[in-house]
C-alpha cells in the first residue's frame, strides 16, 4: 500500500464506512517522533523539501523525516517556515 521507506510502510490498516456506505482502508498516524538534529537549513522559496531531503539524508524520499524534526505532520506546513531542522542521517 506504501513505497518502501515510507514511515507507514509496517502500520497496521483498518476499515473505515464512510457515511455513503463505502468502506475504506485507513492507517493510523504514527505516534510522534522529534529526532535529534544536527543543525538547520536557512531554506529559500526556491528550494524544494525533497531536494533538501535528498542533500542532507540521501534519499529525496525522507522528507517525511524533516517534517518529524520539525513537529510538522505534513510537508506544506514545514515548506512554510525559513529554516529546516535537519536530523541525524542514520536514524
Not at 523525516?65 to 525559513?82: K, Q
Request: aromatic share 8%; charged share 20%.
Amino acid at each position: 500500500m506504501f513505497f518502501a521507506g515510507s514511515r507507514y510502510e509496517k502500520l497496521a490498516t483498518y476499515s473505515v464506512t464512510l457515511p455513503n456506505g463505502q468502506r475504506v482502508s485507513a492507517v493510523r498516524l504514527p505516534p510522534p517522533n522529534r529526532p535529534a538534529v544536527i543543525g538547520a537549513f536557512p531554506r529559500t522559496d526556491a528550494e524544494r523539501l525533497d531536494l533538501i531531503a535528498d542533500h542532507f539524508l540521501g534519499d529525496a524520499t525522507t522528507t517525511w523525516r524533516l517534517c518529524d524534526a520539525s513537529g510538522n505532520l505534513c510537508p506544506d506546513a514545514l515548506a512554510a517556515h525559513p529554516t529546516i531542522p535537519i536530523p541525524f542521517k542514520n536514524e
